[in-house]
């Protein structure tokens, strides 16, 4: 693992080179040189070629490619085929494709289409595995492995419902256990036996599933995952123990728990597609989240699109610059690679129009391919400066799946709960004002921050809150939200009023929570003369919110809770607890934030103007500083009287600096 670590920011990614003739591969090594591509990842779809028949391997072609990638000075990174399997294996054992939700047994067709749990697929993985790891352990190029593609498909089959009910078995002992956890008394669902458990689908719930019962359910698909992952996974460490396995995880990120999955694999790898109307502020919490899965360490990016994605709703070119900027926040945020999807445009299927390094014209001459090499120039020179350096912060964000599962699924108080939208609303004061920030775990310790953000901490695990009580009455800063300290790990109310048993250290209590309609808002009023009782708009849901001895530092303006608080801060110990029982407006959070940052000394690094990102990174060469200008004009950041070198271009800086629109600077 240690070889790929401190080796060099790898430069590449996949490549389908079973679509081509020799003439056209010879070229495209050609083009890779150019280019300066390091890293090719091979052969991700390729099991229906390495295996037409059962047991019956064909290696010779991908032997050819990699001696000439070896000669090309790239290394690979060799992928097992698994998340596709071929015909003859969906034919002769039915039982590897999936059952849908409604209950339909899918044919051959997809990738990723496979039950996870399928003891056939695992068997068949497994001998694909080990004759790949047999053939290729002593490779000189290879880097390390990627096991499969993108996890996450759900399977409701026969095989799916033993093995959950074995799974609920070792979970809750007892049936007796499982029916307290899961409240099965209400509408009368009291089970007799682990036999009568049954998937939660289409056929028996039409959408209205007991919530525990689909929290678990997602919990086991994790757990399944993981252990198909390490099906292939244990077989490729054991012949190669020195080099780094894992798998890519999709940018939709949602289906499998990845604070559990990844710290089985190596390296967090991720799939970063940004949409065309995200804001910069998104894959940067993406990004952290990536970074926060092996608890600060760096990742790598797996995927990202040279040039437009085919799959989305409006599918837009990348604009000139925008594939370098959107490579060094990737850099910036903690990881060591810009791979792509794809190196050569493809000929045809699903995504032959999306972009790639080498367009279907074949030519370096094309805006894309200018792009690209010049990228992989400038991190060839930089070599392996920050690899492996993270990334310093004192304020955190918890982020936790199953909070994310649990508040999405549960009914009310209302149908628009995107939980990463949420956590990005308070995500964005930090991003804009450039205080580094960190996305923590529940189970993080607390004591190495001073701010600590818990948006909508509607699952609060056993401990946490406890935790969090110590971190304030020690001197922290604490800013909870509404939808905080509702449930336990089972999705069951905690009695008494929300929040819960965060209560005491946020000293208050909520006694109804109002759901309001999209476009509907109400507005808040500061008390007091601070400022100067500015009023403020407010939206998404709002507590009807009782002080039990935290101070009120807005109340509602209009409804029947008129008057009442909803904005508090609590004094605790040595620290304060801040409540806010409405998504308030940005203009105001970010004053909020700005403030409590100000009293806790955190701040950017430097003072800026424009639209500018600034993260850094420190590792054993020291400390790097990323400089990113993501707007039109022309931005600047006074670096005041210290020295620093720009790792690009190798000119020395100092003082106030103006920093073109989409450039980028690495300061030493």
Known sequence: MDNLKNSFVLFGGDYNPDQWDEATIDRDM??????????????????????????????????????????????????????????????????????????????????????????????????????????YKSYQGLLGWHVANEYGTYCYCDNCQKKFRSWLKKRYQTIENLNDKWTTSFWGRTLTSFEEIMLPTELNDDYRFNPAIQLDYMRFVTASTIDCYNNEARILKKATPNLPVFSNISGYIKKLNQFEMVPQM????????????????????????????????????????????????????KRPGEIRKIAYQGLAHGSDSCLYFQLRQSVGGQEKFHGAFVSHNGSEDTRIFKECAKLGQELKKLDNTFVNARTQSKAGIIFDWDNWWSLELTSGPTKDMNYLEQVHYYYKPFYYQNVPVDIIKQSTDFSNYKVIVAPLLYMTKEGVAE?????????????????SGYVDENDRCIFGAYPGLLREVLGVWVEEVDALYPMEKNTIKMTGNKINSQEYMCSFLCDV????????????????????????????????????????????LNRLIEEICENEKLSSEFEFAGDMEITSRTNENGKFIFVINHGTQTGVIDLKTAKYKNLLDDKCYSGKIQIAPSDVLILA
Request: hydrophobic share 40%; glycine share 6%.
């Open 545 to 588: 919110l009782h002080s039990n001895g935290a101070e009120v530092l807005a109340a509602y303006s209009s409804d029947f809770y008129e008057g009442m608080p909803a904005v508090t801060v609590n004094r605790y110990g040595a620290g304060k607890a801040y409540y806010l029982g409405t998504q308030i407006e940005e203009t105001y």
């Open 467 to 483: 935790r969090l009580e110590q971190f304030v009455k020690a001197g922290g800063t604490l800013i909870a939200t509404y939808m």
């Open 30 to 135: 050609e083009l890779f040189a150019k280019a300066g591509v390091n890293t090719v990842t091979l052969p991700v779809f390729s099991w229906a070629k390495l295996e037409p028949e059962e047991g019956v391997y064909q290696f010779e072609w991908l032997d050819k490619i990699l001696d000439k990638l070896w000669n090309n000075g790239i290394r690979v990174i060799l992928a097992t085929p698994t998340c596709a399997q071929p015909a003859w294996m969906s034919r002769k054992y039915p039982e590897v494709l999936p059952v849908d939700i409604a209950g339909r047994k899918r044919t051959h067709g997809m990738r990723v289409f496979f039950c996870v749990n399928s003891e056939k697929y695992r068997e068949r993985a497994a001998a694909m595995a080990t004759a790949m790891a047999e053939r």
């Open 266 to 317: 190596d390296y967090a790898g991720w799939d970063n597609y940004p949409a065309p109307g995200d804001e910069r502020s998104f894959p940067a919490l993406k990004h952290n989240i990536m970074r926060a899965s092996k608890d600060g360490k760096s990742f790598l990016v797996v995927e990202q699109s040279p040039n437009q994605q085919n799959w989305q709703p409006y599918n837009k070119l």
